[in-house]
């Protein structure tokens, strides 16, 4: 990876330039009506201390969900985060249940299927609110035209396999690869009833290399667990050679602490996983929510994201980690969360059709 | 039901024979009686006809709530419904016959004869009774996953069989059924030891100074005075069994089958289908009461009453050298529910990756760090379910007494079905119920979702069936004349419970309230459904954890929860006025 980070960031912009995002259809209704870009005051700060605390809905790994939770905290001493962690299909189905009995406990929230802030968007869930970083440091089509969410963070969902039970020159190079009849019972999956991240991947799949691939998979015998952030333990425990699909940064964490595991960016192209965050119209503790998305997205807690937690940035600032390999020069699959939303309960209903759970 | 109802009927009090005043005296208290207790007949009715009633309105209409059938149209002919419903029978009927032939023996060996360190062997199923079934089974993950699971691993390296040699596979069917056995046995042992612990040696001394055999002895006064006892626990073990969530939800899924409540849960994602789920629920429920009604039949018309006003010591069997094997036999069970998977548990918490033996190299402390330093939902986890586990416990024991002395005494009209409303929870699924608690109180007039109260309204429903089978059992074997002497004496029924029966059920009562304590600990079901950010419990935070794979934390926090859930029992036990002090015999 080169040095200089504008040209790193210049080859990050370019290749999501040739992975156009759905982002920009979700404002058609609505052009420029973001608010102006708001700065952190003292006058915010002491009334988020006088709250407390905010509560994070996110579907993020937990360790580097906590771990920006404490950056927050030690950041401003008096308000705390309180993290709640689930699948993001989980956590939509939280939110929708808990607004349906008039409860607003989530005071922001992230979701790795970007389809949920167009439902929650439409449903009037989120109120308008632009950090500064944002406003500044974000691409346009990384910005709701309304200002109602940006994207927080992204991350590829990879193949990936043990270096323990795989040689490098036997290991899949594409999705192809594994349906080849040696690895049956020796694959990890995470399923998209559970994770936004799978969701989000097995669209992407699915309309690329038709259904017919899941339907091949499915005779794999593979390992079925919920969360994209699964099968990558899975493969450092030794349970399992190989995922189908799982996390990006939940690789690199794994090899930064020297666990033998390597991604695999599959021939066909990898799925793109954006995550937004938003403020929630009906927070609770609504002046510790804006402290914290402005926090979300400043440069300090975004280059934390990527350093600490192995996910990509959009902040033009952040520098990539050296030893990754960079988003320009990954084939991405194009992410289109409008059809992700129209499609979901398609998607999980043919998927528990071929893999029974 | 009792056998002994001819003794119980009302008007036993003569009232000839009582000076007036205390006629009066004992009549108007009586009223406050009939008072309470009707409070708790209501309270009882709108716990579980409540939800029930959701349950049963959703069950049979669609969306709009019309009328409809289709539910049941989808269940029975949908395969993805059947295959459950077949896969769930097999095991609940696999593990309540596994339990009952482990259970059993263990109960006899512990209660009846002279097997060394028989407390200790109690102590112990009681510590696989304390460990949440759920957690039980990431331990077992941790032990005998195909590839990962330490007894795989040691085999391979033993055997020096090939890495893809398997020995074990805990996620599969018999995998399952074995790991729920492991965590439902203890409810048939604990059945089992106390009904022995009760007979008392003079029936059997009896049967021996009669020319009886030992083996006679045990056929014709032992084994059928045991008898109740038993069918109750096969009972317990295929209800628990057909109702669990946690275990299948953690071994069924990697395995790629469903049970009923993963299939009920799975209805509950976006976008849920609660009339499909309602339905598939009744099913259960009607089983619940063909089965309850079958015991009733095959028990209920035996007398089992064994505590008089007078028995004797129960007379333990001497073994001699068998003590041993005994004792062996007893522990080698043991390596199963607690100390292979206690084992696990200690070394994924210290070790850098939980499928590696830890040594002092892997030794870390990070896990633990992790989980009380940076996990932010720790401490409000564990507060929640302290306080409710406490809380449920104390108002479950007082319902559950109060009805299990009216139905075992036949005091009140329509006793039978306070019984039948008491028993029937038992087969809501626990997720069932939390959505039947859900529709319930998300909508006026009174709002309790998001609340601790809807938790507790939850885990007092679920646990109230064993709390009251546990506090009927011991009625039953508890002879009337105590309570008729205080009756005849002038006392209400509510002193006469307060003074007499109450005292000589202190044990009993101490045991039910740990019993709900712990089962309160252990919930996930219908907890993973109520809770809010606010609300979260242990058990549901370490499913959480469990989706996204973090083992290590996840035996940091069940290592704690264990501990704590221990001190609580000890210290129950240890209260002054209960368990220790009162004995039921006259030595």
Known sequence: MGPAPNCTRRRILQGLAAAPLALPMLGRTAVAAAPPATKVTPELIAAARKEGKAIWYTSVDLPVAERIGKAFESKYPGVAMRVERSGA???????????????????????SDAAHFIVWKRDG?????????????????????????????????????????????????????????????????????????????????ARDLGWEYFEKLSAQKIMQVQSAADPPKKLALGERAVMADGVEYGMFLLKDKGEPVEIVYPAEGTPLIIGPNGVM??????????????????????????????LRSFHALVKEKTGRKPLAEIKLMKDDPAAVEKQADDIKARYTKYFKV | MPASAGMTSEPIVTVEALPAAAERASRSRFDASGAVMALFAAALCLLVVLPIAWLVVFAFTDRARNVTLANFVTLFTDPAFVEPLLTTLIIATSVSLICCLVAAPMGWIVARTDVPFARTIRMLVMASFVTPPFLGAIAWEL?????????????????????????????????????????????????????????????????????????????????????????????????????????????????????????????????????????????????????????????????????????GAPRLVRLGWLRWPALALALAMLCLPVFLPYGALVNAAFSRIPSQLMTLDTLTLHNVKFVFFELSATKLAMKNTFLLGALAATCGTLLALVIAYLTARAAVTGHRVLGFLATAPIAIPGIVLGVGLFLAYTRGPIVLYGTLWILLLAYLTIELPAAYQQLQSSFRALAPELEEASRILGASRLETLRTITAPLLGPSLVATWCFIFVAVVRELSAAVILFTSETKVLSVLIFDLKESGDLAAISVLGLTMLILTAAVIVAANRLPGFGGGIRLRNN
């Open chain 1, 125 to 205: 869930l989120l109120a308008p609110y632009v950090p500064e970083d944002v406003a500044q440091h974000y691409p346009a089509e990384h910005r709701d035209p309304d200002g109602l969410f940006a994207t927080w963070r992204a991350t590829l969902s990879v193949i990936g396999y043990s270096t323990k039970l795989v040689k490098p020159e036997e290991a899949p190079n594409s999705f192809a690869d594994l349906l080849d009849p040696k690895w049956s019972g020796k694959i990890v999956k995470a399923h998209p009833g559970y994770s936004g991240t799978i969701m989000t991947a097995t669209y992407q799949v």
């Open chain 1, 281 to 310: 119209k009906k927070a609770p503790n609504p002046n510790a929510a804006r402290l914290a998305q402005s926090f979300m997205f400043s440069l300090e807690c975004q280059q934390l994201m990527v350093d600490f937690g192995g």
């Open chain 1, 89 to 111: 299909e989980r956590l939509f189905q939280r939110i929708g249940q808990e607004y349906a009995s008039n409860i607003h406990a989530v005071d922001f929230v992230n979701s």
């Open chain 2, 143 to 311: 032990l005998a996953a195909p590839n990962s699971g330490l007894l795989n691993q040691l085999y391979r390296a033993a055997s020096g069989a090939g890495p893809d040699t398997v020995l074990f596979n805990i996620y599969s069917l018999p995998g399952l059924i074995f790991v729920i056995s492991c965590y439902t046995f203890p409810y048939v042992f604990v059945l089992v030891a106390n009904a022995l612990d009760r007979i008392p040696g003079d029936l059997e001394d009896a049967s021996t100074m009669l020319g009886g055999s030992a083996w006679r002895t045990a056929r014709r006064v032992t084994i059928p005075l045991a008898l109740p006892a038993l069918a109750a626990g096969a009972l317990v073990a295929f209800l628990q069994a057909m109702t669990l969530f946690g275990s299948p939800a953690i071994l069924a899924l990697p395995a790629g089958f469903h049970t009923m409540t993963t299939k009920i849960w799975s209805l509950f994602q976006y976008p849920p289908k609660p009339e499909l789920a309602a339905a598939a629920a009744l099913p259960l429920l009607l089983l619940t009461v063909a089965l309850l009604r079958a015991q009733a039949f095959v028990l209920g018309r035996r007398g089992y009453t064994v505590i008089g006003g007078k028995s």
